[in-house]
Nanobody
Framework: QVPLVESGGGSVQAGGSLRLSCTASTYTYSTYCMAWFRQYPGKEREGVAAFGRYGRTDYADSVKGRFTISLDNAKNTLYLQMNSLSPEDTAMYYC?????????????????????WGKGTQVNVSS
């Protein structure tokens, strides 16, 4: 079990920033690939950013240049720094982890077939 707990969501105006955190209960670096997803109402979850076991990162085209994913090994915490937010970023954001991989091209990232999920944190961006 790798319980994941997200935090940092909230409401912000367009152009603003938020930093999401995902804390894992077990040691994750070099063991698990970790990623952020988001889900719009009535839609399937989509990959936003992923942090591979050896430091490689992937981003959805819609967030490149605005979002940054990072991992604090000492704190077992994954971050998603979100800048220049727009109303289109309004969604529920989820953290996920998978031992086999979660980068673009994996079942986890492309189809949401990740082993562990957090319960999500809501992000609302107003215009």
């Amino acid at each position: 079990q790798v319980p994941l707990v997200e935090s940092g969501g909230g409401s912000v105006q367009a152009g603003g920033s938020l930093r999401l955190s995902c804390t894992a209960s077990t040691y994750t670096y070099s063991t698990y690939c970790m990623a952020w997803f988001r889900q719009y109402p009535g839609k399937e979850r989509e990959g936003v950013a992923a942090f591979g076991r050896y430091g490689r990162t992937d981003y959805a085209d819609s967030v490149k240049g605005r979002f940054t994913i990072s991992l604090d090994n000492a704190k077992n915490t994954l971050y998603l720094q979100m800048n220049s937010l727009s109303p289109e970023d309004t969604a529920m954001y989820y953290c996920a982890a998978d031992r086999l991989g979660c980068l673009s091209g994996s079942g986890c990232y492309d189809r949401g077939l990740c082993t562990y999920w957090g319960k999500g944190t809501q992000v609302n961006v107003s215009s």
